[in-house]
């Protein structure tokens, strides 16, 4: 029953910008979105590792830009044309044609195109020769491994969705032992949670403690 009640107090996933967690790492990548509309070319490609955010911070953009959001494998493109338009994880294979005329509609008055990936378009595969020119050229935004500023956001994050607050001292304990991903971030806060509920205890530092030394791989991180 406890655990049915903690289910249902989950909040929806939000990509307001409020909700995302900045700092050093991601401060240029996103002073670099904001720029828009003024993006060299009408594009911008935005890279980073999975997890890093790029779907926060891009849905966020297509909601202020009323942009269309097209799955990469789409090719019917012809409501892309002179509008804002978003389409995420390029590099895990799309239509190069399709790729070739959605950047070149971005120049248009009224287009512009945002592409999301883990790698730059340099890394992309180019069937076309005109394709790999346009790929070469695109301005990048890239959202660098996350600082502590970011980590302890998006923990305090993943925890305000599962309504849970932790005490303070649980962060910086996370923080100087947990792997350096916002994946991890999240594995973390969903491991405390279950374990919470499992053995009928508080979230604490002790919890903490215990959660991350089961990770073997993290053993030679833990002090006495």
């Not at 828009?36 to 911070?57: E, I, M, N, Y």
């Amino acid at each position: 029953m406890v655990r049915q009640l903690r289910l249902s107090l989950r909040r929806p996933v939000s990509y307001a910008r409020r909700e995302f967690s900045q700092g050093p790492s991601n401060a240029q990548a996103i002073a670099t979105l904001d720029a828009w509309p003024a993006w060299h070319g009408g594009c911008l490609v935005l890279v980073g590792a999975p997890g890093s955010g790029k779907t926060h911070l891009a849905q966020g953009w297509a909601a202020q830009s009323r942009a269309l959001v097209l799955d990469r494998e789409a090719t019917d493109i012809a409501a892309a044309n002179g509008r804002p338009v978003l389409v995420e994880d390029v590099d895990q294979g799309m239509d190069a044609e399709t790729l070739f005329h959605l950047i070149n509609m971005a120049g248009h008055d009224g287009g512009s195109l945002l592409l999301t990936a883990r790698l730059a378009p340099a890394a992309w595969p180019a069937q076309l020769p005109d394709l790999r020119s346009r790929l070469n050229a695109l301005p990048v935004a890239l959202i660098e491994e996350p600082d502590d500023q970011v980590l302890e956001g998006v923990l305090r994050k993943f925890f305000r969705e599962r309504s849970i607050r932790p005490p303070k001292e649980v962060f910086p304990y996370l923080l100087r032992r947990m792997e350096r991903s916002i994946p991890a971030a999240r594995e973390i806060v969903r491991k405390l949670d279950e374990a919470a509920d499992e053995e009928q205890r508080p979230i604490s530092r002790a919890l903490a403690r215990q959660i991350l030394e089961e990770d073997t791989d993290n053993l030679d991180l833990f002090d006495g």
